[in-house]
């Protein structure tokens, strides 16, 4: 089986287990870190690669992306704005109405706490919204 043909049978998942390790660095430490958390408050959590390769995770909605730039591992949640952050993680996309995101540089390490009530909240911002509302089936 060609390289190729591997990568149009892997699961998202792995897809996504690929990303981090070509990374190589602390930046795939942090996202696999992050991933990691996410996990932990939503086991059932969808898991997909968008946009040139963007790790996404999903209940109901998304809940946030997981971009990997030189100097950042960059983690955007859809409807940030709306998500309480007392723990003030948001540090980056702050003036828009929709998203917010927060900025990991090498070295630094996000509250787990803090990040996993962001993903809670994320979801049940999600959940929320899909109430009374016919679900629709992927074709």
């Not at 942090?30 to 996990?39: F, V």
């Not at 990991?104 to 919204?129: M, P, Q, Y």
């Amino acid at each position: 089986m060609s390289e190729t043909d591997a990568a149009a049978t892997a699961t998202p998942s792995e897809l996504i287990d690929k990303r981090i390790a070509e990374l190589g660095d602390w930046r795939g430490e942090a996202l696999s870190r992050m991933r990691r958390l996410i996990r932990e408050v939503d086991a059932e959590v969808a898991e997909e690669l968008k946009w040139r390769g963007t790790p996404v995770w999903s209940h109901d909605g998304i809940i946030c992306t997981g971009e990997s730039y030189k100097s950042i591992v960059k983690l955007t949640f859809a409807k940030g704005a709306s998500l309480p952050d007392p723990a003030g993680l948001f540090n980056s996309s702050l003036d828009g109405n929709t998203r917010r995101a927060i900025d990991i540089h090498e070295g630094e390490e996000v509250d787990a706490e803090a990040f996993k009530a962001l993903v809670r909240g994320a979801i049940d911002l999600n959940t929320s919204n899909r109430k009374g509302k016919p679900h629709k089936a992927k074709a």
